[in-house]
């Protein structure tokens, strides 16, 4: 799943901008407005995937049926034929998000369920964080070499990475399908089930869900607004050349090695608190993007490591909490539904990712920076992208950081909760 996410936002849309011809106004409003897709079809899914009913599970069916379809999309929108319209870029890019969703929703749910303890759920949450820094290495390691290759253009790279995507993905779902048990849903009541709008409503009317979704869109589009203009920045800010793909190996790489720190650190302040922690983190290392300089690989490659430290506290914590809130939910309306609950982390996250990338694109059209291959942007243009990558992730993380810092769903809450839940149960 991290093999197919990282390329799809670092590398498809310079890929489409540039060498695809379609520019960045139109790659970028693209990849928006596909994405506002998935804020009608993840809740839905989330719905039907809680209300499913087979002898292999409610999450299992869903994985199965996104294989095929994430074969297909992958396989047109990795490996096109210049040149493309924009309906071709649009298109296939909403069937990958079909598929993508199927996908997505079922595994994280799945995984919500596995445990109702604080801490597992943040332990299972941080396995599975790690395993996808392990993909999403696999993914950027493929561009790095095919960029040292004589000869080598975007294009090979984006194959590439498509051919060993479909070729894993049918593996590992199988895998992921023998390799764990589905727990039964959990239910304290016996009242009907509401209907689809109602179910949204009921989801959206519990206070820490805003303020947990309003902090996953701020980190997704700080988050987005690095990945869509890393190779930008890296190639021409920083002039790496053949070594810019390189350079996001140290990125994942940190966030692989310091995850075990910040699971360690979540079991002795709590999930929100090390969230906050590692924002602190990040914004005493954003300064330093505005002073790397040019042409120095071991010079962005050790900054990169330092600035990959907490990579991977965004995902593996506000998915955690999310476990913790759907104990809310079921306490007030009697079924667990984590299904709707993570459909709504997901298009959240998917929806800000495409937003920035569409925010972003048009922007740097409107600096002076044209993406276009073998183009020498203006020093103003260069400059100009340099204080975009620093000041909006600052920015973003910065009002992260007030919204979490009090959340109010803790250990001692989600315990309280998880009592009631289970004396409702013995009644």
């Known amino acids: 799943m991290q093999a197919l996410l990282a390329p799809l936002f670092i590398y498809v849309p310079p890929f489409y901008a540039g060498e695809m011809g379609l520019g960045l106004p139109v790659a970028g409003a ?27 599970g409610r999450r299992r069916p869903w994985l199965v049926a996104s294989v095929p379809v994430l074969m297909l999309s992958i396989a047109m929108l990795f490996r096109p034929e210049a040149p493309v319209t924009p309906s071709y870029f649009a298109s296939w890019l909403l069937i990958l998000y079909v598929g993508w969703t199927f996908l997505t929703i079922s595994h ?39 960029d040292r290759l004589p000869g080598a253009v975007p294009a090979d790279r984006l194959s590439a990475l498509g051919m060993v995507i479909i070729v894993a993905l049918p593996i590992t779902v199988g895998l992921a399908l023998v390799s764990a048990s589905e727990p039964p849903p959990t239910r304290v009541s016996s009242a009907p089930r509401p209907s689809l709008l109602k179910a949204l409503r009921l989801a959206a009317s519990h206070g820490p869900v805003y303020r947990l979704l309003a902090a996953n869109v701020l980190m997704s589009m700080a988050s987005g607004v690095v990945a869509g203009t890393f190779l930008f920045f890296a ?40 969230l906050c922690v590692a924002l ?22 050790g900054y990169f490591l330092m600035l990959g430290g907490n990579f991977a506290v965004s995902t593996f914590i506000p998915r955690a909490i999310m476990a913790d809130i759907t104990d809310a939910d079921t306490l007030r309306f009697g ?16 929806v800000a990712g495409g937003l920035s990338v569409a925010l972003t694109y048009p922007l740097l059209a409107w600096i002076g920076f044209d993406a276009a291959p073998d183009v020498v942007n203006s020093v103003e243009a260069l400059e100009g992208l340099r204080w975009l990558v620093f000041l ?26 998880r009592a009631q839940i289970e004396s409702a149960q013995s009644e």
């Open 30 to 56: 693209i990849f928006g407005a596909t994405k506002l897709f998935d804020v009608l079809t993840d809740p839905v899914l989330g719905v039907f995937s809680d209300r499913l009913q087979t002898r292999w």
């Open 108 to 146: 994280i749910s799945w995984a919500a369920e596995l445990s109702n303890d604080y801490h597992e759920r943040s332990r299972i949450s941080g396995f599975k964080q790690a395993a996808g820094l392990v993909g999403g290495l696999v993914a950027i390691t493929i561009p790095a070499i095919f």
């Open 235 to 274: 190639g021409q800010v920083l002039r790496l050349g053949t070594w810019s793909s390189f350079v996001l190996i140290p990125l994942m790489g940190a966030g692989l090695v310091f995850l075990p720190i910040w699971m360690r650190l979540s079991r002795r302040i709590g999930k929100h608190r090390t």
């Open 280 to 301: 602190l983190y990040q914004l005493l290392i954003a300064p330093g993007i505005l002073f790397l300089p040019t042409g120095n690989v071991a010079v962005a490659f």
């Open 335 to 350: 079924e667990q539904r984590a299904g709707l609950f993570m459909s709504l982390l997901l298009s959240t996250n998917k």
């Open 392 to 417: 909006a992730p600052v920015g973003l993380f910065a009002l992260t950081l007030g919204l979490m810092w009090n959340f109010p769903l803790d250990e001692n809450e989600q315990k309280r909760l």
